[in-house]
C-alpha cells in the first residue's frame, strides 16, 4: 500500500498501538474530570483550590514537556532520592504506561473544565428536589446530575478526544511503537518521507471522521426528546 513496501502493515500495527492509547487516557481524563469537576464546585475551599491549581498549571505546559518529565525527570528523580540513602533503585516507565498517564493526565485538565460547565447546564431545582427528597449526595449524582450532564458534554469531550488523539504522535519520543515511530521508521527505510507521513496524516484524517461521525450519533441520541 502507497508504496512502502510492506512498511504500511507496520504502520497498521502501529495505528493499534495508537487507539489503545487513545482510548486508555480518554478514560483516565474523563475519570480526572468528572472527579477535577465536582472539586471545582465543591463548597470546600481546599479542593477547589487544589483543582484550579491542577487545570491551570497542567494547561499552561506544552504537553511534551509534561511527557519528558513524566518519562524521564520522574524516574532520575525518585533514583536520586533513593541514593540520597545509599539505597539503589532502577526505575524503568513502560512507555504505554507513561503515555496512557501522561496524556490522560494532561486532558484531564480540559475535561475538568467540559464537565464543570455541563454540571451547571443541569437545573439547580432538580438538585434541591431530590435533596428535599431526602436522597444522598451519591445518589443525587448518579441519578440526576451525571445523566444529564453528560448530554451537555458530549462536545466538548468530543473536542478533548479528537486533540488527545492528535497528542499521541508525541509520544514517539519515547520509543512506543505507535503509528508517528512506525511511519518513521518506514520513510527512513524506503527513502520515501512524503508517502510515509501521508499514509499516516491519512489515517489520522480517518479516525476524526469516524470521531465526528460518532459525536453526530451521540448526540442525537441523548438529545432525543429534547428541544
Known amino acids: 500500500m502507497f508504496g512502502l513496501e510492506g512498511y504500511s502493515s507496520a504502520i497498521f500495527t502501529g495505528l493499534q498501538q495508537t487507539l489503545l492509547v487513545g482510548l486508555l487516557a ?6 480526572i474530570g468528572v ?3 465536582l472539586a471545582k464546585t465543591s463548597s470546600n475551599k481546599l479542593l477547589r483550590v487544589v483543582a484550579s491549581f491542577y ?13 519528558l518529565l513524566i518519562f524521564y525527570g520522574v524516574p532520575t528523580l525518585v533514583q536520586d532520592v533513593f541514593a540520597g540513602f545509599d539505597v539503589e533503585v532502577i526505575i524503568d516507565l513502560n512507555p504505554f504506561v507513561a503515555g496512557v498517564v501522561t496524556l490522560g493526565f494532561i486532558y ?21 428536589a431530590a435533596k428535599a427528597m431526602g436522597m444522598r449526595p451519591w445518589v443525587v449524582f448518579y ?3 451525571f445523566p444529564q450532564a ?16 492528535k497528542a499521541t504522535a508525541l509520544i514517539s519520543v519515547i520509543q512506543l511503537d505507535e503509528v508517528m515511530r ?24 480517518g479516525i476524526t471522521l469516524v470521531s465526528m461521525m460518532l459525536q453526530k450519533y451521540l ?9
Open 26 to 31: 480518554m478514560l483516565l481524563a474523563c475519570t
Open 35 to 37: 472527579f477535577g469537576a
Open 55 to 67: 487545570t491551570a498549571t497542567i494547561r499552561g505546559i506544552p504537553e511534551l514537556i509534561l511527557l
Open 108 to 128: 484531564g485538565a480540559f475535561s475538568v473544565e467540559v464537565f464543570r460547565g455541563a454540571f451547571g447546564q443541569v437545573p439547580a431545582g432538580q438538585i434541591e
Open 143 to 145: 441519578r440526576i446530575l
Open 150 to 165: 453528560l448530554r451537555y458534554s458530549i462536545p466538548g469531550l468530543s473536542n478533548v478526544w479528537m486533540l488527545l488523539i
Open 182 to 205: 512506525m511511519t518513521k521508521i518506514a520513510a527512513n527505510a524506503t527513502q520515501k518521507p512524503f508517502t510515509a507521513y501521508l499514509f499516516a496524516a491519512l489515517l489520522f484524517l
Open 219 to 227: 448526540e442525537n441520541k441523548y438529545t432525543r426528546g429534547y428541544r
